[in-house]
């Protein structure tokens, strides 16, 4: 289909010869910032439902000479409908979490650190929280019962602004393509003004003239669409290797979230080739179409 | 088949390279179109192709009028006209036969029909050797003859042709004309724009004589009949 005979000789123009290129850098870009888009998605996919389903209670230490409020607590904890279990933090698992920040010299005990109690509901009937949260206060004054809610709030609102950004950006990406085409389409007529009005003069339709342009189009933006999506998968690729775990100090850590795009996101991507071939070849079209009209 | 009423023409804001042309070409007719250079027959021949609007009056081609024919329908009416060029316009990168092929692609006919018919009518002009040439390697008298093979390869019902004869020796210049002569016996439409005194003579056909953009030979036939 791609290599029908084409009366114009527009695979000679040199005017087209950068177009693939151009193209290609912009699939590439495009499929960045789109992969960034879902790669985001799926982080706060993947946090939301782990968090869903936790809670944690932070019970403030005894006043001096005061009993433990903490036995009443996970008392109250384990005693209400929707709450599959209650376990509280141990001191050791404690002193761990401050440890990067204030070494092992102090214990939890010197620092009259809150005990964390890590609760587990059951997502299909939840406890009421706003009631949970009375009764806590009024079994240990100053115990909080922290759903995550704010702190997972405050990253979807960041992850979608950071979308936003990144399909503004494909959008004006998009648009470039659309005005690059239409300036290599009204180069090539003018470059061969000659040969378009000999076949409209001889009774072509508008049809026949713009479908060799489209043609053209459809190709190059192809050609070069699949080039930027090889860029883009090389780019991912080795973004992955760059950011994978790392044995530090002892231990795993990966340096950057994990840039796996899901099974259902590489689609998405792929089709990014296929979406600007298609704009090119319609950009084309319409460009020639509206140039013929001025034609007796 | 072609009918003017007082028709002007002139290019952009320039000053009218044609004026009150009149005429009514029957169906079946052979007219050659003469005068000097500079005259206005070009013009006069690109109003008839449909290259050019005119200024003020009427066309009226194979009995539409021009001006109300939806822009859509003019490339069903382009097809019904041959046009040999003066400056014989083939496509460069194109070989003989595909440059002659055209119109018939553009009429949507399959490639079996179009390479018998394009064959065919290239050896009758001498250039079946030269199928495959691109116009670049023909001499001035082979391309001229292809840019009427592409003429009159869809078999239209009005053939006009811009000094076709220019460029060959005498021998192809008649037997060029005796082509346009047949086809004007199975019924197509000739105007031949010409400066050869001697063919027009010998062929004796109608004459349209354009000086300084007005046919004057018909207004001096029709005074005379007036």
């Known amino acids: ?296 | 088949m072609v009918r003017f009423e007082n028709v002007g023409m002139r290019y952009g804001a320039g000053p009218e390279v044609l004026r009150d042309i009149t005429m009514d070409l029957a169906a079946g007719s052979f007219h050659f179109l003469t005068g000097p250079s500079g005259a206005g027959k070009t013009s006069l021949l690109k109003l008839m192709y449909l290259a050019e609007r005119p200024s003020r009056g009427l066309i009226s081609l194979f009995g539409r009028d021009i001006a109300t024919t939806p822009r859509r329908e003019l490339p069903a009416i382009r097809r019904k006209i041959g046009v040999v060029f003066q400056d014989f316009r083939l496509i460069d990168h194109l070989s003989a036969f595909d440059n002659v092929a055209l119109p018939l692609r553009v009429a949507g006919l399959g490639e079996e029909q179009i390479h018998e018919h394009v064959t065919e009518l290239l050896r009758w002009v001498g250039l079946a050797d030269k199928l495959n040439a691109r116009p670049a390697t023909l001499s001035g008298g082979q391309q001229q003859r292809v840019a009427i093979a592409r003429a009159v390869i869809g078999r239209p019902s009005l053939l006009l042709a811009d000094e076709p004869t220019g460029n060959v020796d005498d021998e192809m210049a008649l037997r060029l004309l005796r082509l346009f002569e047949e086809m004007n016996k199975l019924g197509t439409t000739l105007v031949i724009a010409t400066h050869n005194e001697a063919l027009v003579t010998r062929f004796g056909h109608a004459r349209l004589h354009l000086e300084n953009g007005e046919l004057t030979q018909l207004r001096a036939r029709e005074r005379q009949a007036g």
Do not use: C
């Open chain 1, 1 to 296: 289909m791609l290599r029908r005979r084409l009366d114009i000789p527009l695979n000679r123009d040199g005017s087209v010869r950068f177009l693939p290129w151009i193209i290609a850098l912009m699939v590439y870009l495009a499929g960045l910032a789109l992969s960034g888009t879902l790669v985001l998605q799926a982080a706060l996919d993947h946090w939301n439902r782990s968090l869903t389903g936790t809670l944690t209670v932070q019970v403030p230490p005894a006043e001096a000479g005061a009993p433990d409020p903490l036995p009443a607590v996970l008392a109250l904890l384990r005693g209400t409908p929707g709450v599959v279990s209650a376990e509280p933090l141990t001191r050791a698992a404690t002193a761990k979490l401050i440890e990067p920040w204030l070494g092992s010299a102090l214990t939890p005990e010197e620092l009259a650190l809150p005990r964390l109690v890590d609760l587990r509901i059951d997502p299909a009937a939840p406890p009421d929280l706003a009631a949970l949260r009375t009764r806590l206060a009024a079994a240990a004054p100053g115990a909080a019962l922290d759903d995550h809610r704010l702190w997972l709030d405050r990253l979807a609102a960041l992850v979608m602004s950071i979308e936003a950004t990144a399909l503004a950006i494909v959008a004006l990406i998009g648009g470039a393509a659309v005005l690059t085409v239409v300036f290599t389409t009204r180069a090539g007529l003018a470059v061969h003004h000659a040969v378009i009005e000999v076949l409209h003069l001889i009774g072509a339709r508008d049809g026949y003239i713009a479908a060799q342009f489209q043609r053209q189009a459809l190709e190059l933006g192809l050609r070069g669409g699949l080039v930027g999506l090889l860029l883009t998968v090389l780019t991912l690729v080795g973004i992955g290797h760059a950011g994978a775990a790392t044995a530090l100090f002892g231990e795993d850590v990966r340096l950057l979230p994990s840039l796996r795009l899901a099974l259902w996101q590489w689609p998405l991507l792929a089709a990014l080739p296929l979406a600007a071939a298609v704009i090119a070849m319609l950009t084309a079209r319409f460009t020639v179409l509206r140039a013929l009209k001025r034609m007796p």
